[in-house]
Nanobody
Framework: QVQLVESGGGLVQAGGSLRLSCAASGLRFTDYAMGWFRQAPGKEREFVAAMSWSGDSITYADSVKGRFTIARDNAKSTVYLQMNSLKPEDTAVYYC????????????????????WGQGTQVTVSS
């Protein structure tokens, strides 16, 4: 059974930082590109960042580029999202997701291409 378990969310002041982690189990981690999405209250879920299994391809939403960094440790089957210079508009539930794609340079920005999802972790940024 595949599980993605996020951690690291919380309450932070604007300008602060948080690091999210997502531990994967029940799948061959290196067969999957990994992504982060978020959903703010009253809004649709949106793409944040994604990384190919090799780490050779990375893509970010324009709204987080230069502030957020995605990383993965294949030995630990874990993906991270380092979030710096946080803004109140970053407040959302953040979801980790896995997209089956063995391509070394393949990443996905579209929800429908992701096979598995975590339960989400709340990030709240106060002004």
């Amino acid at each position: 059974q595949v599980q993605l378990v996020e951690s690291g969310g919380g309450l932070v002041q604007a300008g602060g930082s948080l690091r999210l982690s997502c531990a994967a189990s029940g799948l061959r981690f290196t067969d999957y590109a990994m992504g982060w999405f978020r959903q703010a209250p009253g809004k649709e879920r949106e793409f944040v960042a994604a990384m190919s299994w090799s780490g050779d391809s990375i893509t970010y939403a324009d709204s987080v580029k230069g502030r957020f960094t995605i990383a993965r440790d294949n030995a630990k089957s874990t993906v991270y999202l380092q979030m710096n210079s946080l803004k109140p508009e970053d407040t959302a539930v953040y979801y980790c997701s896995a997209s089956h794609n063995p391509g070394r340079y393949s990443v996905a920005r579209t929800e429908s291409l992701y096979n598995y999802w975590g339960q989400g972790t709340q990030v709240t940024v106060s002004s």
